[in-house]
């Protein structure tokens, strides 16, 4: 594995304005791996093959990207998209798909005022409502490739002046049963073109496709949470028991290899002095220990000579750890992005991984919505011995403030926060 130097945020990747803005309100804090790792050579025009999950941000990566270069073609010249062009076709394998990526599309989009037109087409629903919506073209097309095909056999839509075609799931285009339709469609779209591909597994058709789309494409395939090798489980436990639990269960399953997670750098600290009170020893990883001690600190737990190790979100994201047996959230992350990252550092090939989350009442809220938004949903259980002896109540929980934007969500927040890792 590397260390990556890919950008930490938005700004650095090249993104213009009126994107960087609605990023902003819609609280995304950083780029995810693949946004940072893709964004700045799709921008340069190169094509790109990802292999990416869904919840990875694979959708930002082309459609930011996309919304850039439509924007600055825009003012360029006076018109992109006379009569029934299209300059974006994104092909996706389903309706649902089709709708949820024009979607957010149109959500990055909102700064534009409505210069860039998204339009999304599928089987399924009348015909004539989508041959409207493409009079006069489309920048962007999102499309299940049957219903595409419908639409340029009835002319309501040319492929000729595709400037990007996105791939979107290719894998699961292929495996249901789209591989004809695609080389129609593929036929009829310009050769000078961006391609960027983007799929959750290689199989051998997804290769061949590649072979033949893709000119000399950046490659990214993320080292991304799997779950057939990472479970992931969340505690409820009582307020204020978080160390005795976290101190039973690392001793009663003898960790080895054991990553906690905090918020704060002090909070590492005061951390891992209740556990050495406990007899458990563990070391201290944040961004005020200095280089060199911060190499020493994870050489030596990656020798398995440190079993616990007490880290801030500096330690979830581009460092070069193997993938470990145990990822413990004592404190959730503030952002749900930060979990993925967080519970990808488990999950060693072919051993199974385990990410565990302790809340405690004030967490509730913030944990559901990390599970929303990384669209998972797990047991709430409980540690025996340990049980909650407050019911969580509705009652109880509305008592109590979110904890997603502790601070307010100000910049000047979001970097205090970032400030303490
Ligand atoms: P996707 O993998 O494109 O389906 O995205 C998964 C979810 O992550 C979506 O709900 C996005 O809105 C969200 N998302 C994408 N990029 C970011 C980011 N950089 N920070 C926070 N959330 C993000």
Request: some cysteine.
């Amino acid at each position: 594995m590397t260390t990556t130097t890919a950008p930490a945020n938005f700004t650095e990747l090249g993104l213009i304005s009126p994107l960087l803005a609605r990023l902003t309100e819609l609280e995304y804090q950083q780029p995810t791996p693949i946004q940072a790792q893709a964004i700045p050579s799709v921008l340069a025009g190169r094509d790109l093959i990802a292999g990416a999950n869904t919840g990875s941000g694979k959708t930002a990566t082309f459609a930011l990207p996309l919304l850039q270069q439509i924007a600055e073609l825009q003012s360029s010249k006076a018109q992109v998209s006379k009569g029934n062009f299209v300059t974006g076709l994104v092909l996706v394998p389903t309706r649902e798909l089709a709708k949820q990526v024009a979607d957010s599309i149109k959500s990055y989009a909102v700064h534009f005022n409505g210069a860039i037109k998204t339009v999304s087409v599928f089987g399924g629903v009348s015909v004539n409502t989508q041959m409207l919506a493409l009079r006069g073209g489309a920048d962007i097309l999102v499309a299940t490739p049957g219903r595409l095909l419908d639409l340029i056999s009835s002319n309501a839509v040319k492929l000729d002046k595709v400037k990007t075609l996105v791939l979107d799931e290719a894998d699961r285009m292929l495996s249901l049963g789209f591989t004809e339709e695609l080389a129609e469609l593929l036929a009829l779209v310009p050769k000078q073109k961006q391609t960027l591909l983007f799929s959750a597994t290689f199989p051998e058709e997804v290769q061949t496709l590649t072979q033949a789309l893709l000119n000399n494409p950046v490659e990214i395939q993320l080292q991304s949470a799997d779950a057939s090798t990472l479970v992931q489980r969340v505690f409820t436990v009582n307020k204020g028991e978080k160390t005795s639990v976290l101190a039973h269960l690392i001793q009663e399953n003898q960790w080895r290899q054991a990553l906690i997670f905090v918020n704060a750098k002090n909070a590492c600290n005061h951390l891992a002095d209740k556990l050495a009170k406990r007899g458990i020893a563990a070391e201290v990883f944040h961004g005020d220990k200095g280089q060199g001690a911060r190499t020493r600190v994870l050489e030596a737990f990656k020798a398995g000579e440190i079993d616990v190790l007490i880290a801030t979100d500096i330690a979830a994201r581009g460092l070069d750890i193997e993938k470990l047996p145990v990822v413990i959230n004592f404190d959730l992350p503030r952002s749900p992005a930060d979990y993925m990252h967080r519970i990808g550092r488990s999950g060693r090939a072919g051993e199974v991984g385990l990410a565990l989350s302790l809340i405690d009442y004030e967490d509730y809220h913030h944990f559901k919505i990390i599970e929303k938004k990384n669209k998972i949903r797990l047991e709430r259980e409980q540690v025996e011995g340990f049980e909650v002896n407050e019911e969580i109540t509705e009652a109880l929980l509305a008592s109590i403030k979110p904890v997603a934007k502790p601070e307010g969500t100000g910049k000047k927040n979001k970097k205090k926060y970032k400030d303490n890792w």
